[in-house]
Antibody
Framework: EVQLVESGGGLVKPGGSLRLSCAAS????????MSWVRQAPGKGLEWVGR??????????DYAAPVKGRFTISRDDSKNTLYLQMNSLKTEDTAVYYC?????????????WGQGTLVTVSS | SYVLTQPPSVSVAPGKTARITCGGN??????VHWYQQKPGQAPVLVIY???DRPSGIPERFSGSNSGNTATLTISRVEAGDEADYYC?????????????FGGGTKLTVL
């Protein structure tokens, strides 16, 4: 069974930093492309970014609102995905979901974690 | 960037058919995926590649995609289908491919 378990959310002041983690199990993590998706309170889904598998280059891409502030990384030895968030803004307040799916850059998001809440407030 | 447009809400009586649209420029040339999200829960994939159903999703859920509109159809609607539904595509307008979501449609079962 595929499991994605996020952790690291919490309350942080504007301008601060936070690192989220996602522990993956039930599939071959090293072969998977992983993404982060967020959802502000009462709002819709917003893609944050993606990291390819190392065999596919391990490259990352980000949505415009977070580019230059957020960094996605992975530790295949620990089956763990990370999201380093710097220079946080109030508009980054959201539930952050760790996700994965097959099909590369046309496929669906097959699996979602339960999400972790990040609140950016003074 | 690519924009997906969904109606904010759709209402349907139990047993009837609900149709939720997702509009986008020439969306028929893209693969569309649909997610169901119930309050307090993570989204669940209900339709992928326009019209395929993951295992465990009832046959009542179906999808189509042509021209500028993709449609999620839920037949014989049940109270348990009440949820928010999101369409999703990959877009290559920028220098890389991004995931794009529609704004979501709240399905209300009357």
């Amino acid at each position: 069974e595929v499991q994605l378990v996020e952790s690291g959310g919490g309350l942080v002041k504007p301008g601060g930093s936070l690192r989220l983690s996602c522990a993956a199990s039930g599939f071959t993590f090293s072969n998977a492309w992983m993404s982060w998706v967020r959802q502000a309170p009462g709002k819709g889904l917003e893609w944050v970014g993606r990291i390819k598998s190392k065999t596919d280059g391990g490259t990352t891409d980000y949505a415009a609102p977070v580019k230059g502030r957020f960094t996605i990384s992975r530790d295949d030895s620990k089956n763990t995905l990370y999201l380093q968030m710097n220079s946080l803004k109030t508009e980054d307040t959201a539930v952050y979901y760790c996700t994965t799916g097959g099909g590369g850059e046309v496929g669906a998001i097959d699996y979602w974690g339960q999400g972790t809440l990040v609140t950016v407030s003074s | 960037s690519y924009v997906l447009t969904q109606p904010p809400s759709v209402s349907v009586a139990p047993g009837k058919t609900a149709r939720i649209t997702c509009g986008g420029n020439n969306i028929g040339s893209k693969s569309v995926h649909w997610y169901q999200q119930k309050p307090g829960q993570a989204p669940v994939l209900v339709i992928y590649y326009d019209s395929d159903r993951p295992s465990g999703i009832p046959e009542r859920f179906s999808g189509s995609n042509s021209g500028n509109t993709a449609t999620l159809t839920i037949s014989r609607v049940e109270a348990g289908d009440e949820a928010d539904y999101y369409c999703q595509v990959w877009d290559s307008s920028s220098d890389h491919k991004d995931v794009v979501f529609g704004g979501g449609t709240k399905l209300t079962v009357l």
